[in-house]
């Protein structure tokens, strides 16, 4: 298939630059994959969709606040530094910019020395290794002196950064939020619970690499990005008990969508592991674990279409998205989201 084949018309006013207040009163588009029918409805009227036994699986990573602004030592040029991932040897993988400025051994300066960095290595996609130098807790000072890394087509500073963590999140080390789950409050999951609906919690890091562009026209030649995930016992108990039931298993956001379908065999069935994944789901991909799916409204030609494109149907998904976008719905990380059924 072609990467135009998942192109769409979006105005610009539709990208959403901030976050609800009250999560939960977000829009939600509820879409029939078998149909292609498509229900407007609010976010919190999710509650009507599910079923005793079903399980909602929710990704409980937190995202780090990896965004680094600080002074170059020496000439005290602004600099800008982007954690992906924390390496064994207790250096990082990042991102610089201005890139062209930032050599192996030169050094950086955040929060009046408080944080310093040395550029350990240049790697040959252009990422740098870094090596930080503080005192106390690593994860408290990027508390104190980090800044949320929002996608790219944000523009507005959050003002609390707790709106871009989902209300369950737990396990720090992510560069973006899985952001089908901001929609849920603890009072919508708990009402959710007491209908019967089984909460299962897995965990994927989602890396930077989910905002980088397909550059491929025949999209079969893109290479994915490689993310960190976890599934415990707990949570592989909970999703094969409510499968062997005959229930089904709904995922929220893509990124759970992912880890599911990477550690199911091809009977659908998990268990308790751990690693990376690059799993890559385009149409043509035979879903072996997910039933339904909870997400946001994607970029177009992005892989994220694609995904969702494959559960359901590159037209109906596409015709969706047109409803969409003639209704004023809200684009991306902060917008308003769409229920595959």
Known sequence: MKLTDFDFYLPKELIA??????????????????????????????????NPGDCLVLNDTRVLPARLIGKKEGTGGK?????????????????????KRAKVGDRFDF?????????????????????????????EVLDKLGQMPLPPYIKEKLKDKEMYQTVYSREKGSAAAPTAGLHFTKELLRKIENKG?????????VGIGTFRPVKVENIEDHDMHSEYYSMSKKTADI????????????????????????????????????????????????YKIVDKLITNFHLPKSTLIMLVSALCGREKILNAYHVAVEKGYRFFSFGDAMFIK
Not at 27 to 44: N, Q, S
Not at 81 to 99: A, F, H, Q, Y
Not at 245 to 262: A, F, K, N, Q, W
Not at 270 to 277: D, I, M
Request: hydrophobic content about 35%.
């Open 197 to 205: 609906v089984k909460l299962a919690f897995l965990t994927l890091h």
């Open 239 to 286: 999703i094969n008990e409510a499968r062997e039931r005959g229930h089904d298993i709904i995922s929220v956001g893509t990124t759970s969508c992912r880890t599911l379908e990477t550690v199911a065999d091809e009977n659908g069935k998990v268990r308790e592991q751990s690693g990376w994944t690059d799993i890559y789901i385009y149409p043509g991909y035979r």
């Open 79 to 99: 600099m800008e530094i982007l954690l992906l991932k924390r390496n064994e040897d207790d250096t990082w993988e990042t991102l610089v910019k201005p890139g």
């Open 17 to 50: 630059q901030h976050p609800l207040k009250q999560r939960d009163e977000a829009r939600l588009m509820v879409l029939d994959k078998k149909t292609g029918k498509v229900e407007h409805r609010i976010f919190k009227d999710i509650v009507d969709y599910l």
């Open 111 to 139: 929060g009046n020395g408080e944080l310093k960095a040395e550029i350990a290595e240049i790697k040959k996609d252009g990422n740098r290794i870094v090596k930080f130098e503080y005192e106390g807790i690593f994860e």
